[in-house]
T-cell receptor, first 114, second 112 residues
Framework: DTEVTQTPKHLVMGMTNKKSLKCEQH?????MYWYKQKAKKPPELMFV???????INESVPSRFSPECPNSSLLNLHLHALQPEDSALYLC?????????????FGQGTRLTVV | DQQVKQNSPSLSVQEGRISILNCDYT??????FLWYKKYPAEGPTFLIS?????DKNEDGRFTVFLNKSAKHLSLHIVPSQPGDSAVYFC???????????FGTGTQLKVEL
């Protein structure tokens, strides 16, 4: 199983809504990531969890709140988003912080904030 | 500050010929490089990687070359197939860390 599964695939939310994005992997990977990708731009790192602890926060606004309930699951809680937060949100996982580890990506959640 | 650059936003190649995608980087601390392929509305798919101790890595139709002195890497796909049509991103990281810095991407179109 080399899959990273993200739900939902599409999400439309209002600026006052609270929603969550979910990500799951069963490859035994101990590092999990959230990336954001805007149209015609490269993916940009938001958060990294290593061994279920937040290790990197790339100065992401607090309206995005990550959570790692266990080694297989990663959530991104969304609250009071802005229309400019509309993007493809990608989850990824990799084996650990060791050298030569590639990240595997999920299919993404296409988020539209109205 | 774009530390990883792909200067060709698009590339068109005939089926069966070689596709060469290029990537330049500015951060000399990068020591691990990867190529990803991305179809629309999907996540990136890992293709091939290379560490800075090597100058070439090959996997089937895909070969990555690294020129550390020029801070340049390239991905060769031969023979190119229509299913290779996608956006290709190069990415780099430092010291075995988790953070990947992506290039701007090159749209490859393989024509029949």
């Amino acid at each position: 199983d080399t899959e990273v599964t993200q739900t939902p695939k599409h999400l439309v939310m209002g600026m006052t809504n609270k929603k969550s994005l979910k990500c799951e992997q069963h490859m035994g990977h101990r590092a999990m990531y959230w990336y954001k990708q805007k149209a015609k731009k490269p993916p940009e790192l938001m958060f990294v969890y290593s061994y279920e602890k937040l290790s990197i926060n790339e100065s992401v606004p607090s309206r995005f709140s990550p959570e790692c309930p266990n080694s297989s699951l990663l959530n991104l809680h969304l609250h009071a988003l802005q229309p400019e937060d509309s993007a493809l949100y990608l989850c990824a996982s990799s084996q650990d912080r060791g050298f030569n580890t590639e990240a595997f990506f999920g299919q993404g959640t296409r988020l539209t904030v109205v | 500050d774009q530390q990883v650059k792909q200067n060709s936003p698009s590339l068109s190649v005939q089926e069966g010929r070689i596709s060469i995608l290029n990537c330049d980087y500015t951060n000399s601390m990068f020591d691990y490089f990867l190529w990803y392929k991305k179809y629309p509305a999907e996540g990136p798919t890992f293709l091939i990687s290379i560490s800075s101790i090597k100058d070439k890595n090959e996997d089937g139709r895909f070969t990555v070359f690294l020129n550390k002195s020029a801070k340049h890497l390239s991905l060769h796909i031969v023979p190119s197939q229509p299913g290779d049509s996608a956006v290709y991103f190069c990415a780099a990281s430092t010291g075995g860390g988790n953070k990947l810095t992506f290039g701007t991407g090159t749209q490859l179109k393989v024509e029949l």
